[in-house]
């Protein structure tokens, strides 16, 4: 199994593997579920339709499973107050920055990130929590240039969205091209319509 999990670790960056590798009768379940975890759903498609008979229901359940999780995970009744009165705290005290924010979004501290987010973009956690919660990365991507944020910042932001799994390498080419494009003032006035609305 231990060489299955090197496998299944390699796979997660290479979709061919990660195919080839997912319909294989002697991978262990536990291990097919993880690599199904952090597939695109373009893999998972292909796994579907490569998988022989008896493991299609398998890796159809399993597809299921992952899919209510993310939803679960991403949709989770969250408690902001702790955060919000942490993050206004860190700025009375001018501790509050994008090194900051780049510390709680590595540590996947939702809450804290959320709430960081919005006070360094001069926004809401009302208006950053939907875009946190939505699987396009777009949206997101405003309230960090709003904030003057760097890439490397807005990419750990980002991530803090999945429990598990991560972008794929064409989806943060794509989203660093865009976030490259977007300018702080387009950013900060599209933030605060967004925040007239939600008001």
Not at 13 to 18: K, V
Not at 128 to 152: K, N, T, Y
Request: hydrophobic share 45%; proline share 4%.
């Amino acid at each position: 199994a231990k060489g299955f999990a090197i496998i299944v670790g390699q796979a997660e960056r290479d979709p061919e593997l990660a195919v080839s590798v997912g319909v294989r009768v002697d991978l262990p379940s536990e291990l097919r579920r993880q690599l199904l975890r952090s597939a695109t759903d373009a893999v998972r498609t292909r796994l579907l339709s490569r998988a022989p008979p008896h493991l299609f229901e398998e890796i159809q359940s399993a597809i299921a499973a992952v899919a209510i999780g993310a939803e679960r995970e991403m949709s989770a009744v969250r408690d902001f107050e702790g955060a919000k009165r942490a993050i206004a705290g860190l700025k009375a005290t001018g501790q509050l920055n994008e090194a900051t924010l780049l510390g709680f979004a590595r540590q996947r501290r939702y809450e804290e990130t959320v709430a960081a987010l919005a006070a360094l973009s001069g926004s809401t956690v009302e208006v950053i929590r939907p875009l946190m919660q939505s699987l396009r990365e777009d949206g997101l991507l405003v309230p960090c240039r709003a904030a003057q944020l760097g890439w490397e910042t807005a990419m750990a932001v980002l991530e803090c969205r999945f429990a598990t799994g991560a972008m794929t390498p064409a989806d943060i080419a794509r989203t660093q091209g865009h976030f490259a494009r977007m300018t702080a003032e387009n950013a900060k006035r599209t933030l605060r319509f967004w925040q007239v609305r939600a008001s």
